[in-house]
């Protein structure tokens, strides 16, 4: 792999990590995540990190309930040593995709990277959107830049209308702005699309990016960007305005 692959890799599976909390029995996905944890970091040539977490591995399966926790917090430590070592590796332009659970700041500034680079348009795509698109993150792009929201009908927040609203009113055609709403369960992605032309996901809805989990925003690639753009073109057009 190479080594934006392997900090890819390392962030998402970092991010779907399970909570070895919430059941007294080890579960068969918490088995399959320390397996395929340790896999990736031996893909990866990280040996000490993957010995790590094989060792914790064994000891979480040997354990009871009471030590378990433990065992997986050393695990996870060793993941997160990994993925730091993978983001210094890494190409400039792919470092900082992951924040860690709790760093609301690295979420803004993640968030806020991405926007800075509209010169034109930034749609952002929550179906669960709150005023939190506005107040923390959409006032991070450039003044000029047209900001589009597209929020589902049927899982939108009360509080991003009012807050679309005074946005209106303070900044007028100094901030353009724009939001819509899809027919209900339609979208089923978090997504900024930048000018048009570049897709990045997310895999929180930015109300709770990175509140109480591990999140990650990655730029997306290949022939999956333009019809994941047409996509949402096409989501945009038959929404409903605020």
């Known amino acids: 792999m190479s080594p934006d692959e392997i900090y890819i890799n390392i962030g998402h599976l970092l991010a779907a990590a399970p909570n070895f909390d919430e059941s007294d029995r080890l579960r068969t ?9 340790y896999a990736l970091l031996t893909e990866a040539g990280m040996a000490q990190e993957a010995v ?3 060792l914790n591995m064994e000891l979480i399966i040997s354990s009871g309930p009471y030590t378990r ?3 997986a917090n050393k695990l996870i430590g060793a993941m997160h040593r990994a993925l730091a070592i993978a ?3 890494a190409p ?6 992951f924040i860690s659970a709790g760093n ?3 979420a803004m500034t993640a968030v806020g990277r991405v926007l800075g680079e509209a010169k034109v348009s930034a749609r952002i795509v929550d179906p669960y959107m709150d005023e939190k698109a506005l107040t ?3 006032v991070l792009a450039i003044p000029a830049v047209k900001i589009e929201l597209l929020a589902d009908s049927g899982a939108v927040k009360p509080s991003l209308k009012p807050a679309f609203t005074r946005w209106q009113m303070q900044y007028t055609s100094e901030r353009p702005i724009e939001a819509r709403l899809s027919a209900p369960r339609t979208l089923h992605d978090r997504l ?3 000018d048009g032309s570049k897709v990045y996901t997310l895999t929180q809805s930015l109300n709770a990016f990175a509140a109480r989990s591990p999140a990650s925003i990655v730029r997306l690639e290949g022939d999956a960007v333009p019809l994941k753009i047409a996509a949402y073109d096409a989501f945009w057009n038959s929404a409903t305005p605020i």
């Open 87 to 89: 983001e210094l590796r």
């Open 136 to 138: 923390d993150f959409a």
């Open 52 to 54: 790590a977490v094989q």
């Open 92 to 97: 400039a332009s792919a470092r900082g995709a």
């Open 104 to 106: 609301a700041f690295d």
């Open 29 to 37: 996905e918490e088995t399959v995540w320390m397996a395929k944890a």
């Open 192 to 194: 900024i699309i930048i």
């Open 69 to 71: 926790t433990e065992y």
